[in-house]
């Protein structure tokens, strides 16, 4: 009879630990459902000669149902687990989704695991890099839509123009702009919320190439991310600083093609301050594109720098949030062979709109924009910043594009 009642005991104990240890782990399901109807029109000019065939200028238009226009559509799951001791551990895994037609594209968003204490947060995995970061909480825009912040825009399409000649986007396959939204094989740390105000965000990444004893110079450094961002909050003021460069391109001898390497540094300053009745946004930002190439006899080098500004505000009425912003980019490179008409472009981008929050987890959202561009013909696969986000609209070879509009009218629902 004794030894029932202890084996009793001994499982009541048991099972009252496995409620313990249950209650202090939690696993969320969340995700964002957007989408909405959008118009995107770009115009061109003809840089070349006028032909029947080839007409002064053009203009594309398209009207389209498109996803993730507010932010990205998602689905994922997240978890945390108490470790006792004020130490905890975490996991992150979510994935894109194109509400418009159920499709998913082909690769993961934030996939990470980290562990979090009194020192702080480290995390293991596909994670957002700190430029992205900066340039995304500063926007109005959220650095999505045609409202999307034009700096974004810019680093977003240098990123994946200056990856391709390395034989592809570094992100993995479909996986967006290499190197400056996500980044993949990446440590990140972060510092604890006790240094009065004071916050911190530090990462690097493994590119994971093999070195070859029988060939010079490997491993290549292709893929190389290193950068952190660094800032000060309070109730109201929010000031930062950013700085992240990326290895686009850092091929061995001998060379295969005309560029052997190519490296993006950025640098951001970025601030917000809420009045209360309104909430204002501004941001500097410098791009520089530092490439070396193989030339006949001779190696040449050439830099370029895209320089940027943006301004917003964000003002609350009720339930509603009227939105705005102001970009500027400008181009300029020193690269070899080029006369000084074709050494710099300009974009400038205005874009409003608002959101109508219906409850908690559902709103509504308009959102229009505008964009100039000065001299396109001489970086158009860059500073031809297209009207919609995925940069499917692009001017004919022999045109420059001038000026891009986009309108968005949709819903979004969080759960």
Not at 18 to 39: K, L
Not at 180 to 209: C, D, K, Q, R
Not at 354 to 373: D, E, N, P, Q, V
Request: proline fraction near 6%; charge should be positive.
């Amino acid at each position: 009879m004794k030894m029932r009642k202890k084996v009793i005991a001994a499982s009541l104990t048991l099972l009252a630990l496995a409620n313990a240890a249950s209650a202090q782990s939690s696993v969320t399901v969340f995700g964002i459902v957007d989408v909405g109807i959008s118009r995107y029109n770009l115009k061109s000019d003809n840089v070349g000669a006028v032909t029947p065939a080839r007409p002064p200028s053009t203009s594309l238009k398209q009207t389209a149902m498109t996803s993730g226009n507010w932010v990205p559509s998602r689905w994922g799951f997240r978890g945390t687990e108490d470790l006792g001791g004020g130490y905890s551990a975490g996991f992150w895994i979510e994935q894109s989704l194109n509400v418009d037609d159920g499709g998913q594209p082909l690769y993961a968003r934030r996939t990470t695991v980290s562990l979090a204490g009194p020192f702080g947060e480290f995390r293991l995995g596909r994670d957002l890099s700190p430029t992205f970061w900066a340039d995304t909480v500063t926007d109005p825009f959220l650095n999505s839509g045609v409202g999307a912040n034009l700096i974004g825009m810019v680093n977003a399409r240098l990123a994946i123009f200056t990856a391709l000649p390395g034989g592809g986007l570094l992100a993995g396959p479909n996986g967006g702009p290499a190197n400056y939204i996500f980044v993949n094989n990446m440590v990140s740390y972060f510092t604890p919320n006790s240094l009065g105000g004071f916050y911190g965000h530090l990462a690097m990444n493994f590119p994971e190439n093999v070195k070859n004893t029988a060939v010079p110079d490997t491993p290549s450094k292709r893929g190389q991310f290193y950068g952190g961002r660094v800032g000060y909050a309070n109730k109201a003021l929010d000031v930062a600083v950013s700085y992240a460069v990326s290895t686009a391109l850092d091929a061995a001898p001998p060379y295969a093609v005309p560029i052997t390497d190519t490296k993006i540094s950025t640098t951001n300053l970025t601030t917000t301050y809420d009045l209360g009745f309104v909430k204002l946004a501004g941001e500097l930002s410098r791009a520089t594109n530092d490439s070396r190439f193989a030339l006949p006899g001779a190696a040449a080098q050439s830099s370029a720098d895209y320089d940027g500004a943006m301004l917003g505000a964000t003002v609350p009425i009720g339930a509603a949030r009227l939105k705005g912003s102001y970009g500027y980019v400008k181009y300029r490179t020193d690269a070899p062979g080029l006369s000084p008409n074709q050494q710099d472009t300009v974009a400038k981008k205005l874009s409003l709109g608002m959101t109508y929050h219906l409850s908690k987890r559902t709103l509504l959202y308009a959102t229009g924009s505008y964009i100039r561009i000065d001299e396109g013909q001489n970086n158009a696969n860059v500073m031809g910043v297209p009207p919609q986000p995925t940069g499917a609209f692009s001017a004919a070879t022999g045109y420059a594009p001038r000026s891009a509009t986009g309108y968005e009218l949709g819903v979004a629902h969080t759960f």
